[in-house]
């Protein structure tokens, strides 16, 4: 039997790197062989809770079937967001927090889903309900991606659970949630230096919605005027990139974590479904949705009932 | 807020029917409001276990979105083994324990699935996370359930779990499960006074593999033999079963609870899948395999491998 590895999404966030690594140490305590990899170089913000943590980035793998038969998904589990060979492994387990959707098992797996906003929230009830300590830098990565994923307790994705269990990592990571949180975002809206290309790939996904290839990528910054200053250029990297993936839609959510509003940035054939779906007209391809930071919750299931 | 509807797969089967009334139990002491259903009257194994443990079977619906919004499964999650409808209503969850396909979802879920052998060792496991006690009538259901997915444990989608959780059961239930479990086995093996037509509903899923329509049915039985001496009527049968649902395959497992060998017979146009998947000739339609009593693990990947 071959080492499982276990691993997030493509363009990996912080609670897909952060929950591959948390789950690879539950698992291997419990007498299982696991490798925490990712399917990217961790972000600004991720790098930034390695960092603080002393925890060192996953290996990055490109595929997986060269190495493994046996694997386990965290954090996602559609396949145009997982390794590019998925087909040609054995998927064991699936911890995540998302939809479920393009995912399909030849055999029985072990599925944990809770609607709730974070992967680390449901790694933190694994760890009790199989009775393993959680270390003050597994507790620190998972609270990190907590934070991430609530853009500090303020996207409507934040259940009470994950509040609940923030504050019991915090405790054991011996960090403020708040001050720590607050240095952790600004690390990850940190902009500078950074390509457009490498602005649209920090956080992106792809989603079917019926017969529609949909990309929503999301920029998070505290500023997002000075981003708006290079408005043409990324209208032409965004264009291209639809020509390349042959995407019927691409969405851009620029979101401001002070104000928690976001600038949406739409190109494709069918910018008419976001028209539709959030009952407003695109101008010069772009709308303020105020309240609006969550692509799980505010974005995708809107876009879904429009397109599918 | 419309009450939940819990339900299992269409011909229902004991775990099916057990587990939908199980957990809304459970749910409805944490608080909810909801209501166990079914998509066909209980067989006789099922019927036998209701009456033992004096519960009433549930009433039996064929659509669901005319009274609800909001859905649970139980132990299924493919949509064409679900309720008509199921596309018009939201399911918040799913406790299962097979191979997840042909699913999807617009918005996160509760999602329990555990490669164990049958849904009620799931709940049995939720009763204690939940702190809930379980009644003698409710433990004496989740019993059966597992005592009818293992066949008395001889399974080999049996595990450790199923075993561990049926002992748990017993004793709240007041039964010895081997003699109270081969009373229910044989209730259910009771094939006389049916038609063909109705042997061949008590237990038979349909899957999707490619894109390959395949029903697999199973008849439990303490004497083959006697089911055989019908051969030709069960093949007329099957035949405009398969024209009626525009089958490619259909695959009827016989099975003998007592010898756990499985007379498979088979008929449709890719019935080459059975000879390749199992390594064996079909001779007159029909092939014995030696050990074979489980459909989810020795039938349907076997089959998906070929066809899929």
Redesign the interface.
């Known amino acids: 039997m071959s080492k499982k590895l276990i691993f997030g999404h493509k363009n990996p966030d912080t609670d897909t790197i952060a929950s591959a690594i948390a789950y690879s140490y539950l698992k291997n305590k419990l007498g299982e062989e696991t490798e925490a990899v990712a399917l990217g170089e961790p972000n600004g913000e991720t790098q930034f809770a390695l960092d603080y943590f002393k925890v060192s980035a996953p290996r990055v793998v490109t595929t997986v079937a060269n190495e493994t038969n046996e694997v386990i998904l965290v954090d996602h589990n559609e396949k145009q967001q997982s390794v590019s060979d998925i087909e040609e492994v054995r998927v064991r387990e699936v911890i995540d ?19 709730v906003g974070c992967t680390a929230t449901i790694l933190n009830k694994l760890y009790k ?1 199989n009775g393993v300590d959680i270390p003050k830098d597994m507790a620190g990565l998972m609270l990190s991606a907590i934070i991430s994923d609530s853009l500090l307790f303020k996207s409507p994705t934040c259940t009470e659970e994950d509040v609940t269990a923030a504050k019991e990592l915090a405790e054991i990571a011996e960090v403020d949630p708040e001050i720590y949180g607050l240095d952790m975002l600004k690390a990850g809206a940190d902009l500078s230096g950074k390509t457009i290309e490498e602005l649209l790939s920090i956080d992106s996904k792809q989603f079917e919605m019926g017969d529609n290839l949909v990309q929503v990528a999301q920029i998070n910054t505290v500023d997002p005027n000075e981003l708006l200053e290079q408005e043409s250029e990324i209208k032409q990297v965004i264009s291209s990139i639809i020509t390349d993936k042959n995407l019927n839609l691409y969405v851009l959510m620029i979101t401001n974590i002070l104000t928690n509003d976001s600038v949406i940035m739409s190109l494709g054939d069918r910018v008419d479904a976001v028209n539709q779906a959030f009952n407003v007209t695109l101008e010069n391809d772009k709308v303020t949705l105020p309240g609006v930071v969550s692509r ?1 919750k505010q974005i ?2 809107q876009l ?2 429009v397109l ?1």
Chains 1, 2 share one sequence.
């Open positions: 927090h998302h939809r479920i959707a393009n995912f399909e098992t030849a055999d029985p797996l072990y599925y944990r889903a809770e609607p309900e799980k995708v299931p879904t009932d599918a």
